[in-house]
């Protein structure tokens, strides 16, 4: 399939809320598209690369550097045999996974509307079990003026049918907010993030709640650890999940190999894209260790194939995948809504991603746009 014209777009969106986490508020969300034309076809991507360098040294601008001066220019007039083919074409640029996910989940888009099936259908294509129908989902909950607040903020979203709550942490803000939302929902489905914000010494901590029955603890130690988490894993009861500390397949076998967790968290991006993905998805199956998909806030673009991802069969933890009006009062495709009935939201079955761009709307929140093509 040659790459004919790529079309990079920065969309800036308004959150419904400010979202609260270890690294501050984030009221406005920037994030990149990738609008990939091969034969006819056109794929699209999305980087959660953000303004500013919190959850990931990328941001935006790095994003729009390195998309724009160096992984665009290596593709355009090239002929790809397909998504698995990205990863070497664009290894000569070391790190960005943000920004080569968005080309990756283009080149899937593609890929899967040549062959006429849905992006998930091609990405369980090596499975016997096929994509699921419809993936569990849940909501995280950003850190909250007060406990009577964190609590009634669970209350609305239990309402809205939501069946797992996520809650952030940070030190201070940690296990009195634990026990205030145990209290009031004992059955409910609670787990908690912390974004690497404590440390090893702070172990006493998460010892305290090992008589809250939480569903698992996310990433409380350092972005970039395995050793340490490691270390913690024997000392709490709470399962422990690793989100930011596996940026690839490879940082999967290292922490299967040391015992370092009991839960990881597949953010497609941060692992540079779905084929990344599908790795780290068939190496935990086979080790028996629980997935789900993390969330960075997407719009239809992205949301659509998180969700695609999350139908594979070894994704079996409620993944954090909301309905759209959870973010924004419009996006930029239409709406998905939750299933209150079960608390999940069905999978696009459509051709590719299964979902169509508001161009007008685009157009509306897109603050800065460029096209590469073949000369």
């Known amino acids: 399939m040659k790459i004919e014209r790529i079309d990079l777009y920065h969309v800036s969106m308004r959150l419904v ?3 609260v986490t270890s690294f501050g508020p984030q009221q406005q969300r920037d994030c990149l598209l990738t609008a990939v034309h091969a ?11 953000t303004n500013d360098p919190g959850y990931s040294y990328e941001t935006t601008g790095t ?56 992006m998930s259908a091609k ?49 201070g803000h940690d296990l009195a907010v634990a026990r205030a939302a145990r209290a009031a929902y004992p059955d409910l ?34 972005y970039e650890d395995i050793y340490d988490h490691s270390r913690l894993r ?36 941060r692992v540079a894209g779905w084929t990344e993905a599908r790795r780290i998805h068939d190496r935990c199956r086979a080790a028996g260790m629980p997935l789900w998909v993390g969330g960075m806030l997407e719009t239809g673009v992205g949301r659509a194939a998180q969700l695609a991802l999350a139908s594979l069969p070894g994704f079996t933890l409620p993944g954090d995948i909301s309905a759209t009006e959870r973010y924004y009062e ?8 939750l299933n209150r009935e079960d608390s999940t939201i069905s999978v696009p079955s459509g051709v590719g991603l299964g979902v169509v761009i508001d161009h ?8 800065r746009r460029q096209s590469f093509a073949a000369h």
């Not at 034969?39 to 690369?49: D, K, M, N, P, Y």
């Not at 908690?192 to 996310?218: G, W, Y």
């Not at 690839?248 to 953010?267: E, G, P, Q, T, W």
């Not at 419009?330 to 809504?337: E, G, L, N, Q, S």
Request: glycine residues 6%; charged residues 20%.
């Open 189 to 222: 489905p609670i787990m908690l993030d912390a974004n690497s914000a404590f440390r090893l010494e702070d172990a006493a901590v998460f010892q305290a709640m090992d008589n809250l029955d939480l569903l698992m603890l996310e990433q409380p130690l350092g």
């Open 39 to 49: 034969e006819g076809l056109t794929g699209w991507g999305e980087s959660v690369a």
């Open 234 to 269: 024997p000392l709490i009861k709470t399962p422990l999940c690793l989100d930011e500390s596996i940026h690839s397949d490879d940082h999967a076998r290292y922490a299967l190999a040391i015992d370092a967790c009991d839960i990881i968290n597949v953010k497609p991006s």
């Open 63 to 118: 994003a729009w550097h390195i998309l724009s001066d160096f992984l665009i220019p290596a593709l355009i007039g090239r002929d790809m045999a397909g998504p698995e083919a990205l990863g070497p074409a664009l290894s000569f640029v070391r790190g960005h996974p943000l920004a080569k996910a968005a080309l990756d989940q283009a080149m899937w888009d593609l890929a899967a509307q040549s062959d006429g099936i849905s």
């Open 330 to 337: 419009r996006d930029i495709t239409a709406p998905f809504y």
């Open 360 to 367: 007008d709307y685009l157009d509306t929140v897109t603050v």
């Open 123 to 171: 990405l369980a294509e090596p499975y016997a079990e096929g994509p699921k129908a419809r993936v569990p989902v849940g909501v995280s909950i950003g850190i909250q003026p007060s406990l009577e607040r964190t609590v009634e903020v669970i209350g609305e979203y239990y309402d809205q049918g939501y069946r797992r709550i996520k809650l952030k942490i940070k030190p």
């Open 17 to 19: 809320s400010p979202f």
